[in-house]
C-alpha cells in the first residue's frame, strides 16, 4: 500500500504570515508544509505539499493521487463552500479525504459553514490552526494501521 499522502491547498493559502493574522495566524505555507513533511517522516509516511489559486490545477492533482498515494489532506479554501468539482474529484479519487481548515470557519461568515468537501471526507479539522494539518498526518498514520 501506498505510503504518501497528497496535501493540498486552494486559494490564496500561499498568502498565509500576510494575510489576516488575527484569523490564519503568522505561520507561512512554508511552515505548515515542513510541519507536515516532519510529521509525516516520524510516522513512515511520505507528504507531498502543494498549493495552487487555480482549480483545474487542483483537480489535476487528485486525479493524479488516484492509485498513487494513500490519501488526501486538503484545506480547499474558498473552494470548500463552491466546488462541486472538486468534491467530484475526491470521490473518483477513491482515497480516503480529510478536510483541514486553519480556522473555526462556523465562527464566521454563514456562506463559510457549507462545505462540499466534508460530506465525502472521513474527518474534518477546523480551527486548530496549523495543528489541523498535523492531526491530519496523525491521523492517516492511524488509519493505515488498521
Known sequence: MPRTLLVLNGPNLNML????PATYGHETLAD???LCRRTGSALDLEV???QTNHEGQLIDWIHQSRGRCAGIVIN????THTSVAI???LVASELPVIEVHLSNVH???????????????VA?????????????VEHFAHLLKA
Do not use: C
Not at 504570515?17 to 489576516?20: C, D, K, L, V
Not at 474534518?124 to 491530519?136: H, P
Open 17 to 20: 504570515g500576510t494575510r489576516e
Open 32 to 34: 505548515i508544509a515542513d
Open 48 to 50: 507531498e505539499f502543494q
Open 76 to 79: 480547499p479554501g474558498a473552494w
Open 87 to 89: 468534491r467530484d474529484a
Open 107 to 121: 465562527k464566521r461568515e454563514e456562506f463559510r459553514h457549507h462545505s462540499y468537501v466534508s460530506g465525502v471526507a
Open 124 to 136: 474534518v479539522l477546523a480551527g486548530f490552526g496549523s495543528n489541523g494539518y498535523r492531526m491530519a
